[in-house]
T-cell receptor
């Protein structure tokens, strides 16, 4: 079972910031938070990941709460091409399993 | 820099036929994963290779499914005696591991299978 909880869907106006929340209250100390997105009929696309500190790259920012029980993915200026299903995944590092466990994600609809 | 490639992109077959899919990972990536995705669901893990060794298999991988990575480069996933329930998107991902700072899997475009 997925270890994360995300809203089923969200809307965002084009040009505005999209803030996608994720709860991972059972996260353990060696687990990273990963975000992927999947545009219709394509393979999942890696966005960003983090352990404790906030992270930023050319696509997005990841804000992780101090207790690490939740996080927010921020797309600073959403465009229509950002319409996709966004998956938040927690994954251990160095353990026996390396698989990603996907939930059903958040469908982000960017409106013109 | 080429990403993960998968062939074919689409496959239509009749129930009972065998099908084989190919995945070419990002060069130098030693880890390769197969996932399956049905409509409205997130991808589900099937199996994982480190180099040529198959290290983990999901319960989803019935005895009709077999995966290989003979030289630690490309991989094939074969489904024998296909059933309508095998209709899905089959996704391949690769990564470079182990390493510091987490291990990122990069996905291919998928092979969409329809079993009639």
């Amino acid at each position: 079972d997925a270890k994360t909880t995300q809203p089923t869907s969200m809307d965002c106006a084009e040009g505005r910031a999209a803030n996608l929340p994720c709860n991972h209250s059972t996260i353990s100390g060696n687990e990273y938070v990963y975000w992927y997105r999947q545009i219709h009929s394509q393979g999942p696309q890696y966005i960003i990941h983090g352990l404790k500190n906030n992270e930023t790259n050319e696509m997005a920012s990841l804000i992780i709460t101090e207790d690490r029980k939740s996080s927010t993915l921020i797309l600073p200026h959403a465009t229509l091409r950002d319409t996709a299903v966004y998956y938040c995944i927690v994954r251990g590092y160095g353990g026996a399993t390396n698989k990603l466990i996907f939930g059903t994600g958040t469908l982000l609809a960017v409106q013109p | 820099d080429t990403g993960v490639s998968q062939n074919p992109r689409h496959k239509i077959t009749k129930r009972g036929q065998n099908v084989t899919f190919r995945c070419d990972p990002i060069s130098e990536h030693n880890r390769l994963y197969w996932y399956r995705q049905t409509l409205g669901q997130g991808p589900e893990f099937l199996t994982y290779f480190q180099n040529e060794a198959q290290l983990e298999k999901s319960r989803l991988l019935s005895d009709r499914f077999s995966a290989e990575r003979p030289k630690g480069s490309f991989s094939t996933l074969e489904i024998q005696r296909t059933e309508q329930g095998d209709s899905a998107m089959y996704l391949c991902a690769s990564s470079l591991g182990p390493g510091t700072g987490g291990e990122t899997q990069y996905f291919g475009p998928g092979t969409r299978l329809l079993v009639l």
